[in-house]
């Protein structure tokens, strides 16, 4: 059974940082690409950035590009997303996600706010 369960959320002021993980267990986790989505309150969940199953191909989002960055370690089965020069409209929700599978774990919340 695929368990993805994000943590390292937290209320930050603007131009701060925080790195968050997702610990992920139930399937081969070194042989899939992993994503991170967001999902701000009244907003779609979008993609914030996805790294490839050996952590060497990366893509971001255009509001995230140069802010943020999606890295991995297959011999703990955890993707983490550091993300620098928060800004308000950071605000949201963050998720998890393998690419191609219809898993969400519970989400972290990350509040940017002065």
């Known amino acids: 059974q695929v368990q993805l369960v994000e943590s390292g959320g937290g209320l930050v002021q603007p131009g701060g940082s925080l790195r968050l993980s997702c610990a992920a267990s139930?399937?081969?986790?070194?042989?899939?690409?992993m994503s991170w989505y967001r999902q701000a309150p009244g907003k779609e969940r979008e993609l914030v950035g996805t790294?490839?199953?050996?952590?060497?191909?990366?893509n971001y989002a255009d509001s995230v590009k140069g802010r943020f960055t999606i890295s991995r370690d297959n011999g703990k089965n955890t993707v983490y997303l550091q993300m620098n020069s928060l800004k308000p409209e950071d605000t949201a929700v963050y998720y998890c996600?393998?690419?191609?599978?219809?898993?969400w774990g519970q989400g972290t919340q990350v509040t940017v706010s002065s």
């Open positions: 996600n393998v690419v191609g599978r219809p898993h």
């Open positions: 139930g399937f081969r986790f070194s042989t899939n690409a």
């Open positions: 790294i490839s199953s050996g952590g060497g191909s990366r």
